[in-house]
């Protein structure tokens, strides 16, 4: 288990925000507001119009990101093998590659295990693995030794603020089912349609982590609106 791991362990449950819909001509400001609510965590979604249809960003923005939060990288990216040293180059913390991007996912997920963190040297990178909202959970099944915390999408990857997709809910107590085989903790989280609605039942499903973006950059404010999500992870309250 990588230090990086026990940090992040310690920090749920909690948040990771992302910054899609952020105000991006005054991104410091945006994530100053993350640092007072401390959530602890900053989502970044890297898309490479292939493997989702739209083009974010990639190693230069995650390295540019000066900030004390750890950097949760979302790889939404066809064959990612070979990115992942830059990426971890970059100063990620979080690595979540996709399970249905890969061919050899099992090597993918073994080489983000051997990543050095540049961030904190010595503590290495956490290996996440994301599955889409129609693909089976036992995907997961052969993977577990290779995984510290699966991502569940409640949405298709691809836009900041989808709808919920209700399956969810019951795809993150399977999940906890799964991953209480292994013989250490993996962390579970949920991505995609989180709201402050519904996020108190996210959280009482029993996910460890919830990805938001136009729940807390949603033009309001948004350090009010983050200290509001991470209070419902730790509550499950309901709104
Ligand atoms: C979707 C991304 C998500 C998403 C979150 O492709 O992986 O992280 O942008 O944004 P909201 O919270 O707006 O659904
Ligand atoms: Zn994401």
């Known amino acids: 288990m990588s230090q990086t791991f026990a940090r992040l362990r310690s920090l749920c449950p909690t948040v990771s925000v992302g910054t899609l819909t952020a105000d991006l001509m005054d991104l410091g400001s945006e994530l100053a507001r993350l640092e007072r609510a401390d959530v602890g965590l900053v989502h970044i979604d890297v898309m490479d119009g292939c493997f989702c249809p739209m083009l974010t960003v990639g190693p230069w923005y995650v390295e540019r990101l000066r900030t004390p939060l750890l950097k949760d990288v979302h790889l939404m990216v066809r064959e990612p093998l070979d990115s992942l040293e830059r990426y971890a180059g970059a100063g990620a913390d979080i690595i979540t590659v996709h399970v249905e991007a890969a061919v050899h996912i099992h090597r993918v997920l073994q080489h ?108 309001t404010d948004a350090e009010a609106n983050a200290r509001f999500v991470k209070a419902a992870m730790h509550e499950g309250l309901a709104r």
Request: contains cysteine.
């Open 112 to 219: 983000v295990g051997m990543l050095e963190n540049v961030n904190r040297p010595g503590e290495g990178v956490v290996r996440g693995l994301a599955l889409n909202p129609g693909t089976p959970l036992e995907r997961l099944e052969p993977l577990l030794e290779e995984v510290d915390l699966v991502t569940l999408l409640a949405i298709d990857p691809g836009w900041g603020g989808q709808t919920f997709a209700p399956a969810t809910l019951e795809r993150v107590a399977r999940t906890r089912e799964i991953v209480s085989a292994a013989d250490r903790q993996i962390l579970v989280c949920v991505d995609g349609g989180v709201t402050k609605r519904n996020i108190g039942d996210i959280a009482r499903a029993g996910a460890d982590l919830a990805v938001t973006g136009s729940a807390v950059f949603d033009g």
